[in-house]
């Protein structure tokens, strides 16, 4: 199967790069969100990659607005699934959320078409049976900035067709990612099962007070070689996704010191710090401390 027409269904951090960065790559895209203002500020966040694209990859004004030539905008699932050959779904990380969208898209989507999770840490054991076709299901995910860290790591259940993994393999050559095919499930895939237990760990120490954000990125940076510290990483992300991953977390370590962290991070969601997006998460954008040339001095 030949995949021409995609639904990005979600357009937060990122539902808007897949969405874009497949536009990019010449396939037709709707990106579907629930609601006017979530599309308006999903408008805006795809606009806002621009800066990002130019200076990671070179990409000129013209082709960046070529690419956007290619996406579309919907609030009515019906419609936008219509003619769809894949849905790539990129809404909450939140169990409950994504069954209740797979059995609505299961109803209006047709048979040809391909669902696809770029869930973190959900595996698609866990949301397969509130799928109508569980032969073409299987998670399909993106690391943030997906122009930059290009993989595609591709998880199926024993029910995906080995037609939907080949399928979805090419697909994710086409938009210029690297396919990682996992041979089994496994929560958080490869990249997660490093990153979150390594996050999860940053974050304590945050929030006992042992360091600060900077401090406990700087010693990562220097100590390790590497470009960007947890805290940074968090921010960028967007520190929902982190909540979310924690408030699963809790269910088996709920010990004082996770408690604590947890209660940490929704004071600051709530005060509407979640991270870059917001303009203030462990740092203040558009320009964080880890951006000076002095702050591993
Ligand atoms: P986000 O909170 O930034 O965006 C979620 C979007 O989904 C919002 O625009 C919201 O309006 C929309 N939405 C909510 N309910 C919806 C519904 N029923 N139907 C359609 N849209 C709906 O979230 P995010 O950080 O982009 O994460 C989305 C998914 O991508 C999660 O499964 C997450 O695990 C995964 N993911 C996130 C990252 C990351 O770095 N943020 C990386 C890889 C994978």
Redesign the pocket.
Known sequence: MTIQNVVV???????SQIAYQTALKNFHVTL???SDE?IT??KKRVDSLFPDYQADTGLTEEKFAAGLKNLNFSTNLANAVQNADLVIE????KLE?KQA?YQQLSKVAPDKTIFAS????LTPSMMVKDVDRPAKFVNL????RIWLFNTAEIMGTPQTAPDTIETLTKFARAIGMVPIILKKEQPGYVLNSLLVPFEIAALKLWATGIADASTIDKDWIISTGAKMGPMATMDI??L??PYYVGLEYLKTHDDPVSKLTMQKMKEMIDAGHSGKDDGQGFYHYPNPEYLDPNFLK
């Not at 269904?9 to 539902?15: E, F, Q, R, S």
């Not at 990129?90 to 990380?93: L, S, V, Y």
């Not at 995910?141 to 943030?144: D, E, K, L, Y």
């Open positions: 269904a979600g357009g937060g951090v990122l539902g579907y969100d629930i979530s500020r999903s990129a809404i909450p990380e959320i969208f770029n869930s973190s840490t995910h993106f690391a943030n992300i967007g929902r996704t």
